[in-house]
């Protein structure tokens, strides 16, 4: 096979892989999805990835209130405000109401609470399956890689966006997700020298990218907007490049 050849057909299987994958190829002007093009870069093809696996490192409870905010300010910019959700989990933690500031009405999450791990993730697995959901939220102490596979697999065929949120941390092993994310609260700041609670501030790490580069920032929500924190302060993003 003439050299030439094999490299577009190695390359046209690579485009291929990656859509499978939920990185689907980037349009010539294709405004980003989260408005956070510097972090989204950092993503093959430079776009946010839907139609996968998204895993959250929670090292403590403060860690998955912000890691949930977080995941509800994204869900809002991917599905305009009309999405329908399901959130697994062991304890009622979440406040519905509260989502209401990040963009999701209660309305729009079905929250199903489960005793058994192995039931929170056969839960997650049937709803993975659901066509018609924008997203699933699970809340699991800990998964495997095997676990992780068959998750990925149901979404590929789905192309339902699912977001694992891991609880235990003391044992975190290599997974098939397509990112790896740790969430960490900073102090708000508030506008000029109004009082009280500022806006919600979070330090976003992407600790694993699919065949895309690691990235640290400063990100805020305010005004129903996400946005990436352009001050002294904000921490430098990083192009060190991983596989899975």
Request: hydrophobic share 40%.
């Given at each position: ?136 939220i699970s809340e699991l102490e800990e998964i ?48 000029g020298s109004l009082p009280g609670v500022g ?46």
């Amino acid at each position: 096979m003439q050299q030439p050849l094999k490299k577009i057909i190695i390359e046209r299987l690579q485009r291929e892989i990656l859509d499978l994958e939920g990185f689907k190829a980037k349009a010539q002007h294709t405004q980003s999805k989260l408005g956070l093009r510097i972090l989204e870069d950092n993503f093959p093809n430079q776009t946010f990835p839907t139609g996968t696996i998204h895993e959250f490192i929670s090292e403590r409870p403060e860690h998955t209130a912000c890691t949930s905010a977080f995941i509800s300010g994204v869900l809002t910019r991917l599905n305009n405000q009309n999405g329908v959700y399901i959130w697994i989990g062991k304890q009622k933690q979440l406040f519905p109401v509260g989502l209401r500031k990040f963009g999701i009405q209660p309305h729009q999450i079905i929250f199903i609470n489960l005793v058994k791990q192995k039931d929170i993730l056969w839960a997650t697995e049937e709803a993975l399956k659901c066509k018609s959901l924008s997203g699933v939220i699970s809340e699991l102490e800990e998964i495997t890689f095997a676990q992780s596979q068959r998750l990925q697999l149901t979404v590929e065929k789905s192309k339902v966006t699912g977001f694992i949120l891991r609880t235990q941390t003391e044992r975190i092993n290599a997974t098939a997700c397509a990112a790896r994310w740790q969430i960490k609260p900073l102090a708000s700041e508030n506008e000029g020298s109004l009082p009280g609670v500022g806006f919600a501030k979070w330090q976003v790490d992407l600790l694993k990218v699919r065949n895309g580069n690691t990235a640290s920032c400063v990100i805020t929500y305010h005004h129903g907007q996400l946005a990436i924190v352009e001050t002294a302060n904000t921490y430098p993003l990083t192009h060190q490049a991983i596989g899975s």
